[in-house]
């Protein structure tokens, strides 16, 4: 089975710069899967996602690799094809659902107004549509819901939003950068199982975003672990959690707290294992020059 | 919502209430003496004292406000000393032509500064958003009657394509029934005359819009470039939309909430404007009689004058606090 994402050899660095931010990251994620992306913070995670979807930040330029879409590369294509082909057949889930809804506009239009304007949906199959999404997401009333305004909702209500309009036109791939992170713990579990149960029901290919290695194991199928930009460790989630390779994964493994022991302290990454992953990028970092840049 | 409003009203109330006093004093305690302008050298002591009391002037200051300021809440403003007529008649019939002549300023403004603040957002990082901050920073620096001056200079003398004085021209017949000779004549559609009247209004239009356009278009752009980076404008190019649509529908309703509160303030700022660009364009309105009212020390028309613009300031104000409510959803519940 070939991957739906395919993303290969990808660099980027900081614009007007040598300083590299993504150094060759290669990752797939094949149709109706879910790859974790996991990392520390200023790992690179939220990068890959932005620029699958074609949104990085103007800082960042992408100085050579591939982004296969249904092997198409993305990066070659002409900006306008690109947007449409992002728009119609892959979503994103953001981080935090207070400040990725319009608060000037009504949850509705929010939702069905891209269906319309974007992929040409007529407004009473949009409509319906919504409406059967927010059902999905257990969301009480959405008739209701659809003429209210984002500061009339919980944050947790309203990641069930953002969910539903991820899924609503049935992408088959969905970049979900850390979608659980902003909401508090109770709220995090629904919505984690909520995520789990509409990707596995529409057979959604999932590009997970997180730090949390505990969400990984609960929903991904395979993980890429990223450090400084480099993806160290590929591989499924079953391996990594009976045997990391790379010893930073395992230093990763080891670092995460767990409930069951709560009188062990917190350990941290070992400072050798830092010292060793790190020469190892620099190594890696010599023998690369750029094709273009 | 009602309550919001009747405290308004009553502060509104307060405000011109503080101008009225203010200014009652202010002109009576500046030196120059009505008086004296109206009659003519080497009248008498006695002449004088009778012209004093005519006009209630022998009275204290504070005496005086009483009974003016008991008038005006009848609606009776006084009479010009100079032109001999109601002060209301006076300034209800110049009123027009400064409104309409600071509405299309505004509307210039707007239009300007709003182009000027979006493409500037599109072009971000680029030469041309570098060439829009200097032509700001021209605009901002440079007052409204130096851009009346060199409008003259530009357009009625060196390139003469606009008339440099007057509202309209004096040789054409008006069919007019009120003052607001703009809005009359598309109503009546006299499109000839709205040409005359708007050729005759542009180049002070343009001098009052300019500062106020560098505004807007500064503003706008600094909160366009940070709202076109929240989540939700990202989330909407993830959806396939344009740049283009991502400034003006996702971005622009949210960006343009403090630049209306600031239109707003500045708007009185231009209709304070009108009085030295009336007068450098011979344009028949308010603030070139309130220059005339200050020369010949005509008390009561100042008073009348002042007490109105504050009037329209206030309203101004209100204005631009409900259009708040209305672009920001969460404040209509409040």
Do not use: K
């Given at each position: 089975m070939s991957a739906f994402l395919e993303i290969r050899g990808l660099s980027a660095v900081l614009r007007g710069t040598?300083?590299?931010?993504?150094?060759s990251v290669d990752i797939d994620v094949p149709v109706g899967t879910v790859r974790g992306l996991v990392g520390e913070?200023?790992?690179g995670k939220s990068m890959i996602g932005r620029a699958v979807l074609g949104v990085?930040?103007?800082a960042v330029e992408i100085v050579e690799g591939e982004i296969l879409l249904d092997g198409r590369d993305l990066l070659a294509m002409p900006p306008v094809a690109r947007r449409r082909l992002i728009g119609a057949r892959t979503a994103m889930i953001p981080q935090d659902p207070l400040t990725a809804l319009?608060?000037?506009?009504?949850i509705g239009r929010q939702i069905t107004d891209r269906l319309v304007d974007?992929?040409?949906?007529?407004p009473a199959r949009a409509r319906s549509r919504t409406l059967e999404m927010l059902a999905e997401v257990r969301i009480p009333e959405p008739e209701r819901v659809l003429r209210?305004?984002?500061?009339?909702?919980?944050g947790g209500m309203r990641q069930r939003i953002l969910i539903a309009s991820a899924f609503v036109a049935e992408p088959e791939l969905i970049v979900a950068d850390?979608?659980?992170?902003?909401?508090?713990v109770t709220v995090q579990k629904q919505i984690l199982g909520l995520i789990s149960e509409l990707q596995a029901r529409h057979g959604t290919a999932l590009l997970f975003v997180t730090h949390d290695l505990g969400v990984v194991a609960k929903i991904c199928d395979s993980l890429s672990v990223l450090y400084a930009g480099k993806v160290v460790e590929d591989t499924t989630v079953a391996r990594f959690f009976e045997a990391p390779a790379h010893p930073y994964s395992a230093a990763l493994l080891a670092a995460t707290p767990r409930h069951t022991d709560p009188a062990s302290s917190l350990k941290p990454v070992p400072p050798a294992v830092m010292h060793a992953v790190g020469a190892e990028i620099a190594a890696a970092d010599r023998s690369w020059r750029p094709r273009h840049g | 919502m009602a309550r919001i409003f009747a405290l308004r009203l009553l502060t509104t109330l307060v405000t011109l209430l503080g101008v009225a006093v203010i200014v009652f004093v202010v002109i009576r305690v500046v030196p120059g003496d009505p008086i004296a302008m109206m009659l003519p050298p080497g009248a008498t002591e006695a002449d004088i004292a009778r012209l004093r009391t005519l006009y209630g002037l022998d009275k204290s200051i504070g005496g005086q406000f009483v009974i003016w300021f008991g008038n005006v809440l009848q609606g009776d403003f006084g009479s010009s000393?100079?032109?001999?007529?109601?002060v209301l008649t006076l300034v209800l019939g110049r009123l027009p032509a400064t409104l309409e002549l600071s509405l299309l300023a505004l509307l210039m403004a707007v239009l300007i500064g709003g182009t000027l603040g979006v493409t500037g957002t599109r072009l971000r990082g680029t030469r041309a958003e570098a060439g829009i901050d200097v032509a700001n920073g021209i605009g901002l620096s440079v007052p409204d009657f130096l851009w009346g001056l060199a409008l003259i200079v530009l357009f009625?003398?060196?390139?003469?394509?606009?008339?440099?004085?007057?509202?309209?021209?004096?040789r054409l017949e008006l069919p007019f029934s009120t003052n607001f000779y703009l809005i009359e004549s598309i109503l009546r559609l006299r499109f000839d005359l709205t040409r005359n009247l708007l050729a005759h209004m542009l180049m002070p239009a343009l001098a009052l819009a300019l500062p106020l356009a560098a505004i807007i278009s500064q503003l706008l752009k600094q909160s366009l470039k940070e709202t076109v980076n929240l989540d939700y404008a990202v989330l909407a190019r993830t959806r396939g939309y344009s740049e283009r649509h991502v400034i003006l529908s996702e971005a622009l309703p949210n960006a343009a909430l403090p630049t209306l509160t600031l239109i707003g303030v500045q708007f009185t700022f231009l209709m304070g404007g009108t009085i030295i660009i009336e007068r450098l364009f011979s344009y028949e309105g308010l603030g070139n009689m309130a220059i005339d009212a200050v020369i010949t020390r005509d008390l009561p028309l100042i008073q009348g004058i002042v007490l109105l613009f504050a009037l329209l300031f206030t309203l101004v104000n209100l204005v631009v606090d409900m259009a708040y409510v209305l672009l920001n959803p969460k404040l209509r519940h409040a």
């Open positions: 040598d300083l590299r931010l993504l150094r913070s200023g790992a990085l930040p103007r319009n608060p000037s506009r009504r974007i992929l040409g949906w007529e209210l305004y984002p500061h009339e909702l919980s850390e979608p659980t992170t902003a909401l508090d | 000393i100079t032109a001999r007529q109601p009625g003398v060196v390139w003469p394509l606009f008339p440099i004085s007057g509202r309209v021209s004096p």
